[in-house]
Each structure stands twice: as structure tokens, then as C-alpha cells.
């Protein structure tokens, strides 16, 4: 990587340049990171510019949305569709999808998490936001059938941690970079090149409150992960997904009794995720099938998820299937 590709606008123009099949593409990144910047301004001011508590609206999901849920999901769908690129945007808080154009160069579907890990934003723990990115067939129309494509058919990924600084992670054509927003410029600057999830397996990640309604199978997993690793879980996925990407780790978010589909949303937080780890060298999958290759029958569909160290999540599917 030469010294003049620093900043995730050169990156993605030498790293996209001759590759023709993803035209469009670096503008649509391009609009992510500015979203970005406007809803890190938002998370780093907090309660100074009133940007915490709830709207008091309750969205699709049945949870309450929180005011930077709202203004996530407006900063992104807006500068989504101002690239002209889009053609349909599937959001975690808008119930059917947003038809941003029909053109065709309106080339991408867009499914995002806007703002994840909405249960910390009050109290100043780490958040994110999660996009898939799928290539649309121009010649089919654009409707909420559209956005039902699997995993395996993305063409990129996208997450941000607003955290003790403020990363955004692409995944694109097997190459997983990273980029930390400079807060005396404002420009996102390529400072994790080429990321590769290590070997180790320091940490596991799990809500260890929902132990008891575990299956047998699962809890015997948890077990065994408790006598092999330390535990570290935020509640925010994407924070903890990025901590175990770059030091090494496994993510659980299981079903048991309660919730067999589990608690995570396929579409916009499973795939683009496992998307991200399948192309650091990881695994995602719900236990009985890889991620990517799920056939997605609603837009806010949930699914259980085990997703980062391969080697443990291939141990972690036979204990779950003996
Ligand atoms: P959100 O997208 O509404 O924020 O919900 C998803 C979050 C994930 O970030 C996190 O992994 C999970 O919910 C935590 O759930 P729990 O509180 O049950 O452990
Ligand atoms: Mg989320």
C-alpha cells in the first residue's frame, strides 16, 4: 500500500479501480462514512445537543426507539439515496423498504443496522452500525422481494464502532480493511490494513444471563467455553464482534426455549457480519447452517448466530449437533 492511498477515499479508488463489477460502489461507501460522521457527532455530544433517551415510538421489532435510533436511520437513508446509487434500503427501524430509485444506475440494495447496540447508548458504552451490500440485477424490479437475497450473493460490507475511537471496517473481493476516523480532520484514515482474524481464541462472547433456557447441547457448549476463555461481552455486537475480529474470539447468540429463532436479525446484522469474518478467515453460522447460504423469507427475520474462530465454531457445531 503506497503512502498516497491514506484515507478511505483513496483506498477504495486505487483498491476498486479496475474492477468493473463494482461501479458505484465506492460512492455508496463513500456516503456511509459521511452518515457516519454526522451520527458520531451525535454520539459524541450525547446529552449536550439532547441526542439521548427515546422518541417515545416503538418500531418494528417492538422495542422502543431511542432519539439516535431515529436519526441514524434518517442520516443513512438520506445520504444512501443521495448517491443515486441506490436503489432500495431495508433498515432495523422502518418496516418495509425504502424504494430510493428505479434508474439504472440505481445498482445496490442496501440493509442496515443503523445504529446497533441501542441498549448502551445512554450510558456511553461502545455502539455501531451494520450495512450489507448487494449488487441489484437492473432488469428486476424494485420492490421488497428485492431485498430478499442471501448473504452469499453480497457484494460488500460495512460496520462502524463508535467507541473509544470511532473504526469503520469494509469487506470487499476478500480484503477486510480498517479505518479510524481522525477527529482533528474528520477524515477516515486507513490505519488496520488487511485484517485476518488471529488463530488464538482469547475470548468468548454470550448473554450468560439466558443460560437456563438454553438446549442441552448449547449449555454444554457454554460450559466448555467458560473453562476455556475469558468472557467479554459488551451487548453491543458490533463492539464485541470488532474485539474478537482483531485479538480473536467467538460470538454466541444462540436460540433456546424461550426464543428458537434467536435475537439477532439475519438481514442486517448476520449477514453483513458474517460476511466480514468469512472474508477475515472466521465462520458464521447458526449451528446447523452456514449464514450466507439462509434463504431470507422476511426483511426483519431473526436467526440464531455463532460467529469469528473457525477452528472453535467447527467444535462448537458438533457439540450443538451430537
Ligand atoms: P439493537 O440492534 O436493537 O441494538 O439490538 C441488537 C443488540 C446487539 O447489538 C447485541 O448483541 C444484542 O442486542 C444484545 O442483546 P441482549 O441484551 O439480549 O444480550
Ligand atoms: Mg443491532
Request: charged share 20%; hydrophobic share 35%.
Amino acid at each position: 500500500m503506497s503512502d498516497n492511498q491514506n484515507t478511505l477515499s483513496e483506498f477504495l479508488l486505487a483498491f476498486l479501480k479496475d474492477k468493473p463489477q463494482y461501479s458505484g460502489l465506492k460512492e455508496v461507501i463513500i456516503s456511509i462514512g459521511e452518515g457516519t460522521k454526522n451520527v458520531n457527532q451525535q454520539v459524541q455530544q450525547g446529552a449536550i445537543v439532547d441526542a439521548l433517551g427515546t422518541t417515545g415510538d416503538t418500531n418494528i421489532q417492538g422495542e422502543i426507539v431511542q432519539k439516535l435510533d431515529k436519526l441514524s436511520s434518517d442520516t443513512f437513508v438520506n445520504v444512501l439515496s443521495k448517491t443515486e446509487k441506490v436503489a432500495v434500503i431495508g433498515c432495523e427501524e422502518i418496516e418495509r423498504p425504502v424504494i430510493a430509485g428505479t434508474s439504472e444506475n440505481h445498482s445496490y440494495i442496501v440493509l442496515m443496522d443503523p445504529l446497533d447496540g441501542s441498549s448502551n447508548i445512554d450510558v456511553a458504552v461502545s455502539i455501531g452500525s451494520i450495512f450489507g451490500i448487494w449488487k441489484r440485477n437492473s432488469l428486476e424490479n424494485v420492490d421488497e422481494a428485492t431485498l430478499l437475497r442471501p448473504g452469499n450473493e453480497q457484494v460488500a460490507a460495512v460496520y462502524i464502532v463508535y467507541g473509544s475511537s470511532t473504526v469503520l471496517v469494509t469487506a470487499i473481493d476478500k480484503s477486510v480493511q480498517g479505518f479510524t476516523l481522525d477527529s482533528t480532520t474528520n477524515i477516515f484514515m486507513h490505519t488496520h490494513k488487511d485484517i485476518v482474524i488471529p488463530q488464538e481464541c482469547p475470548y468468548y462472547s454470550t448473554n450468560e444471563g439466558n443460560f437456563e433456557d438454553l438446549e442441552p447441547n448449547t449449555k454444554e457448549v457454554v460450559l466448555s467455553l467458560r473453562n476455556s476463555y475469558s468472557l467479554r461481552y459488551v451487548g453491543s455486537l458490533v463492539a464485541d464482534f470488532h474485539r474478537n475480529l482483531l485479538k480473536g474470539g467467538v460470538f454466541l447468540y444462540p436460540g433456546d426455549v424461550k426464543r428458537p429463532e434467536g435475537r439477532l436479525r439475519l438481514m442486517y446484522e448476520a449477514n453483513p457480519l458474517g460476511f466480514v469474518v468469512e472474508q477475515a478467515g472466521g465462520m458464521a453460522t447458526t449451528g446447523k447452517e452456514r449464514i450466507l447460504d439462509i434463504i431470507p423469507e422476511q426483511l426483519h427475520q431473526r436467526t440464531p448466530l455463532i460467529l469469528g474462530n473457525t477452528d472453535v465454531i467447527k467444535k462448537i457445531v458438533a457439540t450443538m449437533n451430537n
